[in-house]
């Protein structure tokens, strides 16, 4: 308190306010000045959490928890690909395009696989003498046979 006394030694800031420890503020003129929009925004949240009930009631939450294929199965739960759980991307640099506002999605090819890919390869058709091992390497569409 003796701080504030030497700033304002000269006045030029006023005088200071005095403590009134019984002063109990503007308390008649308090009340809750927006109902209607407390009253929306409880609305807008109950409308929310019925759009989630829905959802969960009616919808299936496991194609949000886990990457589906082209075919739209869930890799590592449908029937068709339960030993597959990993989502490989034909060419993963096609998502990276403005495409997939327009068609909902990744536009590459995708399938569900065992494991992942643990480098990068090509294809060579002209090189017959790998030609077995080339093509026990390729992951392909489920209804496509390598050999």
């Known amino acids: 308190m003796e701080e ?23 308390v008649k003129s308090r009340s809750c000045t927006d109902i209607i929009c407390l009253l929306l925004f409880i ?3 109950g ?7 829905i959802g ?6 496991t194609r949000l928890l886990y990457p589906t ?18 989502l490989f991307f034909f060419d993963l640099t096609r ?13 590459t090819p995708q399938v569900c696989v065992s494991k992942c890919p643990k480098e990068n390869w090509f294809y060579n058709p002209v090189d017959t ?13 489920y209804d496509v046979d390598p050999f």
């Open 4 to 26: 504030n006394k030497v700033a304002n030694e000269d006045g030029k800031y006023g005088s200071p306010h005095e403590f009134d420890p019984n002063f109990r503020g503007p």
């Open 43 to 45: 609305l807008f949240l």
């Open 47 to 53: 409308g929310w959490a019925a759009v989630a009930v």
């Open 56 to 61: 969960a009631i009616h919808g299936d939450p």
């Open 69 to 86: 294929d082209s075919r739209g199965q869930v890799c590592g739960k449908d029937a068709v690909v339960k030993d597959k759980p990993f």
């Open 95 to 107: 998502c990276a395009s403005l495409a997939i506002l327009k068609e909902r999605g990744c536009p």
């Open 129 to 141: 003498a790998t030609d077995q091992l080339q093509r026990s390497r390729l992951i392909c569409f």
